[in-house]
């Protein structure tokens, strides 16, 4: 059993509210970093120093949040009612359990029983705004006293591996999290190198937005989980990326194009440790990298993540190889990497 | 200049993917330039120094066009592919694309059921004469640009990427003529701005300018059945007043006029209600700046056939010439 991913995916962080994860990471890196701190935003922000061989200085991301849900208000027969924060796809949600609040409540996102759907609504999608949170409060007294308006709600799957795959909460992005766990609990690197813990990536990169300004780094790595949609299809068409092929790295998505110095030396990097990988289909889609990339007078930035089925739904799943070539290959890539990859010849 | 223009329309160079552009580039700016970098994120910035008494003017002409990347490729050898900026599915059939390492494709559409139709962009495909995914030369992740010669009709010029291969000759030809100016002149050869001026805003905080001007195409009203726009081929630099990401700086507009009247160079007031220039990153990056645009008019942008007008070129560049040997009084 991971103990690493289980520990980092049960724990909840929903956008803006990371304070756990945070605090579970802090202890895990603590002994392993020269220096941390929280910035005002809540970044966990960390220098590993580097062996003096190379003056570069290097950034590796993750973000820590998760997609969740918030209370706005309260109905009276005492359910709750929510918005989504980070997006949702509304099929993904009826009838799911959910953790409300510091305390974490137990509750379930109500649905109307198979029996008692007429014909017409077995065929439409309920819409978020006509689901309620039922945390079992006879009254909308009882729910008060229970729950704040602001408060948030997590999914609830206890993590589980099944050979080499593992179903879980939240890979996206405490996959991304796990490995620079590891990262940073290895030898020190040639050069310094920062990591950030990044806050509300879900909501819109706006941890990252803020994060690069103080460091300026030479080159900077982020590291994700991207939804693997693999399913078997009748047509000839790509998946855009699957489990158990490797790592995927990035070449343009919807908010960057990644530096093609930093792409061509990651894939170098892989084949020359047959280390597997393939390349995340371009097209949409968003990372923290285009916030790093574009901070300051621009930052050479590259991604890699973990592939994970079902991302923003209550259980998601990777496989472990994939997770672990992740690391492997983040970390060969930092141990190789040299000041003529990055550095432009004027 | 007419080599210059094919030379650098002719050329690769889709967003992301400058490099052989800025080489291109470089050898003609740097003789005309003090200093001369290459930032992070790929932008070529040559500076020309002033005597001390004028402001820091950050000039942006964008080296990047658009173009495609392989999103797929079947097993027949056929290739999917997502675009990289604005390309529209109607510009594509039967055009030709080409590779960073050489190899040409030709673009067609799954079969049109309703001629009257077109297809969206992921019914199109590139065949590039492979057979089978094992011999295909490129993979997914691999860039395009368009296919097309340039051609000189009267003083009607059309190439593809005139947008903006077509700014940087005049940020060229400019810095050629200018015998002196009272400003440092940032003149920045931008990347990836069809995918959102993304290159000029990283310059622009590296530079923190005054003043901000970006020179780049702009649309026009002049063809049949065209949405009514006051800008025409033939009738002089447009000078911006707004389009749909930007208010010109109203001091800075009132100088290029002022400048334009007095040297009887023609010009004409451009309102753009779709689209934007890398000025709009300038003019809010850091602490913002004073920016504006000269605007090249031009038909069919983000077509294969881009054209412009020769004598336009030219006032855009007097113009350009006439704005930086002068105080700028905002």
Known sequence: MNELLKNLTEAVGVSGDEKEVRLLIRDLIA?????????????????????????????????????????????????????????????????????????????????????LLKASQRNSVVKMDAMRIDIGAKDKDAAKSKVKVGDRAAFVTE???????????????????????????????????????????????????????GIKPDAAFILESTPAYDMPTKDDVSPNVALGKGPSIYVMDRGTIQDPRLVSFITKTAVAHNIPFQIRQPGGGGTNTSAIQRTGSGIPAATIA???????????????????????????????????TVKRNA | MNELIKKLTEAYGPSGFEDGMRDLIRPEIEPYV????????????????????????????????????????????????????????????????????????????????????????????????????????????????????????????????????????????AMKKLASTPHDVYCVFSVQEEVGTRGAMVSANGISPDVGIALDVTGVGDVPEARPMDVSLGKGAAIKVKDAGMIA??????????????????????????????????????????????????????????????????????????ILSKPIAL
């Open chain 1, 31 to 115: 002994k392993h970093v020269d220096e941390w701190h929280v910035d005002t935003m809540g970044n966990l922000i960390a220098l590993k120093k580097g062996t003096g061989a190379s003056d570069l200085c290097v950034l590796v991301d993750a973000h820590m949040d998760e997609v969740g849900l918030m209370v706005v208000d309260y109905d009276s027969n005492g359910t709750l009612k929510f918005e989504g924060v980070g997006g949702f796809d509304n099929r993904a949600l009826l009838g799911k359990p959910v953790q409300v609040g510091p305390k974490k409540l137990a509750g379930v996102i109500g649905a109307r029983p198979i029996h």
């Open chain 1, 159 to 213: 993590y589980e591996e099944i050979g080499p795959t593992a179903i879980g909460k939240a890979f996206d992005n405490r996959a991304g999290c796990a490995a620079l766990v590891e990262l940073l609990q290895a030898e020190p690197y040639p050069f310094d190198l920062y990591a950030t813990f990044t806050v509300q990536e879900e909501v819109g990169l706006r941890g990252a937005e803020v994060v690069a300004y």
């Open chain 1, 306 to 340: 973990v592939p994970g089925r079902y991302a923003h739904t209550p259980a998601m799943m990777i496989n472990l190889d994939d997770y672990a070539n992740v690391v492997k290959l983040a970390e060969t890539v930092l141990r190789n990497l040299t000041p003529d």
């Open chain 2, 34 to 173: 003090d200093e001369i970098s290459v930032d992070a994120m790929g932008n070529l910035i040559a500076v020309k120094k002033g005597d001390g008494s004028g402001l820091k003017v950050m000039l942006a002409a964008h080296m990047d066009e658009i173009g495609v990347m392989v999103s797929h490729v079947t097993k027949e050898g056929f290739l999917r592919f997502t675009n990289i900026g604005g390309v529209y599915p109607h510009t594509l059939m039967g055009g030709r694309v080409q590779f960073a390492n050489g190899t040409i494709g030709v673009v067609h559409s799954d079969r049109l059921t309703d001629r009257g139709k077109i297809h969206p962009l992921n019914k199109f495909f590139i065949d590039v004469g492979a057979t089978s995914r094992e011999d295909c030369p490129v993979g997914v992740g691999d860039a395009a640009g368009f296919v097309r010669p340039f051609i000189a009709q009267g003083s009607r010029l059309t190439a593809k990427s005139m947008d903006d291969r077509i700014g940087c000759v005049v940020a060229i030809e």
């Open chain 2, 249 to 322: 700086h109203v001091g800075l507009v009132k100088v290029m006029k002022q400048r334009a009247e007095e040297a009887n160079i023609p010009y004409q007031l451009e309102v753009l209600e779709g689209g934007s220039t890398d000025a709009r990153s300038i003019q809010i990056s850091n602490a913002g700046s004073a920016a504006g645009c000269i605007s090249i008019p031009c038909r069919y942008v983000h077509s294969p056939s881009e054209t412009v007008d020769a004598r336009d070129v030219e006032a855009s560049i007097n113009l350009l010439v006439e």
